[in-house]
């Protein structure tokens, strides 16, 4: 347990130090987020932090002494998935194109589950969804990396200690640069690097409840543990579509624009949406008949 704790302290470190670093990079390299249409934030800002998230996830991954069967699969699809977002930073690519590597970092990660052939099908489709989720749910300050250390913390009920609490420790030690007050953006890169993380151990993590589940029950739990990200990115498809828009058009429909704009300050957003995701996330692990804190 020591190491645990340690490796813990290591990762916050490294993203507590290792982020202006690569803020430093950001700027250089001219990796900058400009602000202007949906984008309200006040000047140009470095997008440098989902290059520390991913350096920081592939040193635990690789110094880690018992670093599970998991770990190189989701390491391996996580390295991907930055990639091509980073890519996306520095040149926008065609939508399709960056769904297509989704979905296939998203089936390398299930396809080793020991569950029937339609679960892993339906992980694959939960995976890349979340990792898409998680990045458009980033569009304000801190959102995507509190989300992400929610959906950390409520995984701890299905143990696999040794993987969450190094990971919510690197996350912490980014969040603390961006917010309050944001000295860098994640990108494209850190927030699919984000939600393809979770997605992929929360599917490690529960693959043994999901043996005996039909199909659509095992949808809706998907769904509920997908929390606000999910849902929130599901209502913004639909209400596009229903509207004769693509259902990738980006706007400001999401739910912490409509809080943002009915006056909210961006914290008390914050501790809403947080609130949300948990209760969501207790939601689906209840439905899957495990205790969460002994709470529900």
């Known amino acids: ?35 202007g249409g949906r984008k309200k ?20 991954a690789l110094f880690t002494g018992n670093p599970g069967v998991e770990v190189p699969y989701i390491a391996t699809g996580a390295s991907l998935i930055f990639i091509v977002g980073y890519m996306d930073d520095m040149h926008p690519l065609p939508p399709l194109l960056r769904l297509a590597f989704h979905l296939f970092a998203a089936l390398w990660v299930a396809f080793p589950l020991p569950i029937p052939l339609w679960q ?26 509190t989300m992400t250390l929610i959906t950390s913390v409520c995984a701890l009920t299905f143990g696999g200690a040794s993987a969450w609490l190094p990971f919510c420790g690197l996350v912490f030690g980014v969040l603390l640069w961006n917010f309050p007050q944001p000295r860098t953006f994640l990108g494209d890169g850190g927030s699919t690097l984000l939600g393809y993380i979770c997605s992929s151990q929360l599917a490690w993590s529960i693959f043994p409840s999901a043996f005996g589940r039909n199909f659509i029950y ?7 543990l997908g929390g606000v990200p999910v849902i929130d990115t599901l209502f913004a498809m639909t209400r596009r579509m229903l509207h004769g828009k693509s259902p990738f058009e980006p706007d400001r429909g999401h739910a912490h624009h409509k809080l943002q704009d009915m006056g909210l300050p961006k914290s008390a957003t914050l501790i809403v949406m947080g609130a949300a995701h948990a209760l969501i996330i207790a939601f689906g692990i209840r439905l899957l008949g495990v205790p969460l804190f002994d709470i529900f």
């Open 120 to 145: 892993r099908a339906l992980f694959t489709l939960w995976i890349a969804g979340s990792t898409n989720a998680y990045n458009l749910i980033d569009g304000m300050d801190g959102l995507c990396l």
């Open 218 to 224: 095992l949808a809706l739990i998907l769904l509920f």
């Open 1 to 35: 347990m020591l190491s645990i704790y340690l490796f813990t302290l290591l990762n916050f470190l490294w993203g507590l130090v290792g982020t202006p670093v690569a803020i430093a990079l950001a700027r250089k390299f001219r990796l900058l987020d400009v602000p």
């Open 41 to 60: 934030h006040g000047g140009i800002m470095p997008r440098g932090a989902g290059l520390v998230l991913w350096s920081g996830y592939l040193i635990w």
